[in-house]
């Protein structure tokens, strides 16, 4: 993105010099006179496309690491190309230019005829613009309005994910399933899977009894690596493809995600974002959440929505006649043990061997943990020696309940995971679940988002505090340069075209406003101000030093910077195509930084060429007003000379 921006400050100097060159002045007297007439102007657009990037530089959170290095370098760039456009490129140009007196070639020729034509239309229609004023002001009222209802329509994501050619999925399958069932389950699965002409490799598991946060024993995992990008579609093309196939699947469900770029926060679960409900009353949430659940599916913007409520797991209810028990002289730290000793993989003693240590784990044979009636055969030593079944020890009854029972801090809570259905942004899915919640749920259930979901949400505000940071610091930067609080608006006029052009560009193309997106529309801040810079420094010393009219002086300013402006736009504009319309890795992440910055020039080019003299004029009429009242009132309270010497 430099690129663009590091050769503006150096083709504005030197088209100024250039041009007195024209006039008939030796290299050396133009570069003196060129880089003096525009030496303020290009310390204005360095300073205030600098000032730009350091909201960006100190945001907090995700996004200011993510961009802290690209506000460095940006930043860095502008300011030693502002350097060097001020002292190198002044003294290239008086060692290097000559007055050119031979022949150019067809190619010249065809771009100057091209140009002279544009200078000539922008001439006509700008006169005709100055005389129709109201009409240009209330146009800019309009892309204002447009800006701000475009904004609200447009799908707001937040970080895309590229193209990784790999695919995360989660096989449930229903609870209290054994494990042998479960890698029998995994096993349809991966023949499903590997026969797809898209899939390289497959590599499963199976969580078994290990289970750990965020996994429980009815679930597997699975990790599909994809042929390269060119032999097959994309991912959620492939994602779309295998979800009918593995749904045919009995009792089985498998959930499929795109594995991000960058995982923030969250849990590990079914689906790729997380919506969390608390309550500190079990039996509401858990009859709350599956009435969210529901509704949640109903929506058009989801895909593979489900949760980690898992209530329905058999149990097997052991409740010790303690009397009896007592009786007999068996304890009930005994009757722990012992079912600890047959079914808890209970750590009894380790194996130290010269190179290695083994754990010795004390359980039952795998065909006497399948049958609850095999706890008949459990026997207890009692204190008189006797063995004692479990079975008169205890009553023995099944029921079912939860299999796991998840928190989030101090509180149960039941997160319902989800995925974006093709075509749906992320905002449109956070939009609608915001508002289902608020219309089902009671007080006494909280809600949140976790993960990506949550970071999206809490840096739309955040966007925009940065959008407002770049505007104000670029607004007192301009006021110091300028010394006057009314010449900052008129260059900061152009900024509702700029967003305008980047927001039509990016519904044109089906992207979204993500936060790439977002700080292209803050770079656009810094790039569209430099055409009002180049225009009003001309208008304002024509003003001061030729004592021209304001609408003359803008006129002139607007005519004679026209070539820089269009030099300095066309190369912010070729410096960002590539990015537009670029291909390989990682490209589709980046393109919308590019379609923003490519659209909100061309547009507010056209724009800010007949915007800016206009609102330079009213502003300047409506000085002068509040000038004449107080200059009259001066004049009115001094006395004449000969009162003046009879007071003396």
């Not at 010099?17 to 525009?38: C, D, Y």
């Not at 959930?255 to 919506?275: A, C, D, H, M, V």
């Amino acid at each position: 993105m430099s690129i663009g921006f590091v050769v503006d400050d150096a083709i504005v100097m030197l088209e100024n010099i250039v041009r007195h060159m024209e006039l008939g002045e030796t290299p050396f007297e133009a570069a003196l006179k060129g880089s003096e007439e525009i030496g303020f102007t290009i310390l204005s657009m360095t300073l205030s496309l600098a000032a730009v990037f350091i909201p960006v530089l100190f945001m907090p959170g995700i996004l200011g690491r993510l961009f802290h290095e690209f506000a460095v370098v940006i930043c860095v760039s502008i300011l030693i190309s502002g350097i060097v456009s001020l002292t190198l490129t002044p003294m290239l140009c008086s060692r290097f230019l000559r007055h050119g007196s031979q022949a150019h070639g067809r190619l010249y020729a065809a771009t100057e005829r091209v140009f002279d034509a544009l200078l000539r239309a922008y001439e006509r229609s700008l006169k005709s613009v100055l005389r129709h004023r109201r009409f240009t002001f209330l146009g800019s009222i309009v892309i204002l309005v447009a800006t701000s209802y475009l904004f609200m329509r447009i799908p707001k994501g937040f970080i895309p994910n590229d193209d990784l050619a790999a695919i995360f999925g989660i096989i449930e399958a229903d609870e209290g399933v054994s494990f042998e069932a479960m890698k029998g389950y995994q096993k349809a699965v991966g023949e499903v899977v590997r026969i797809d002409p898209a899939v390289e490799s497959l590599f499963l598991t199976v969580v078994g009894t290990n289970a750990t946060a965020g996994n429980t024993v009815n679930q597997g995992r699975m990790f599909v690596h994809l042929q390269p990008r060119s032999k097959r579609g994309t991912l959620q093309e492939v994602i779309q493809t295998l979800r009918p196939r593995l749904a045919a699947i009995p009792g089985v469900r498998a959930y499929l995600q795109e594995l991000p770029n960058i995982r923030i926060g969250g849990q590990l679960t079914k689906s790729l974002y997380q919506f969390s409900l608390q309550s500190p009353n079990t039996d509401d949430l858990y009859r709350y959440s599956k009435e969210m659940e529901t509704k949640m599916k109903a929506l058009p913007q989801l895909q593979d929505v489900t949760s980690d409520l898992q209530i329905k797991n058999p149990l097997l209810n052991v409740v010790i006649d303690r009397d009896k028990a007592s009786t007999l002289g068996v304890s009930a730290e005994q009757i722990e043990l012992a079912l600890h000793s047959a079914y808890g993989d209970r750590w009894i003693s380790t194996i130290y061997a010269p190179n290695n240590q083994y754990k010795v784990i004390l359980e039952l044979d795998d065909r006497y943990q399948r049958d609850p009636t095999v706890l008949s055969l459990l026997y207890l030593r009692a204190k008189s020696g006797q063995l004692v079944p479990l079975t008169t020890l205890a009553k023995l009854s099944e029921a079912v309940g939860p299999l796991t029972v998840n928190h989030a801090g101090q509180l149960p809570a039941v997160t319902i995971s989800f995925n974006l259905k093709p075509g749906f942004a992320l905002g449109d899915a956070v939009n609608g679940i915001n508002s289902l919640a608020r219309s089902s749920l009671p007080a006494t259930i909280t809600t949140s988002f976790q993960g990506t979901a949550q970071a999206f949400e809490s840096s739309l505000s955040g966007l925009w505090l940065l959008l407002l940071a770049a505007i104000l610091v670029i607004y007192i930067v301009l006021g110091i340069l300028y010394e006057s609080f009314i010449h900052p608006i008129t260059i900061l006029s152009g900024l509702p075209s700029a967003g305008f052009g980047a927001l039509l560009t990016l519904l044109l193309f089906g992207a979204e406003l993500n936060i790439y997106a977002f700080v292209g529309v803050i770079m656009l801040i810094g790039i569209v101000k430099k055409n009002a810079i180049m225009q009003i420094d001309f208008a304002l010393d024509a003003q001061r030093s030729e004592g021209k009219s304001p609408l003359d002086a803008i006129y002139e300013g607007c005519v004679i910077r026209f070539r820089p402006i269009m030099m300095t736009t066309m190369a912010a504009l070729l410096g960002a195509l590539p990015i537009a319309f670029g291909t390989g890795a990682g490209a589709g992440a980046r393109r919308p930084l590019g379609l923003a910055v490519v659209g909100g020039l061309v547009f507010s080019q056209l724009i800010t060429l007949y915007l800016t003299p206009v609102y330079y004029t009213y502003l300047e009429s409506g000085l002068a007003r509040l000038r004449r009242p107080r200059a009259w009132s001066r004049t009115a309270v001094v006395p004449a000379a000969g009162e003046a010497e009879r007071h003396a």
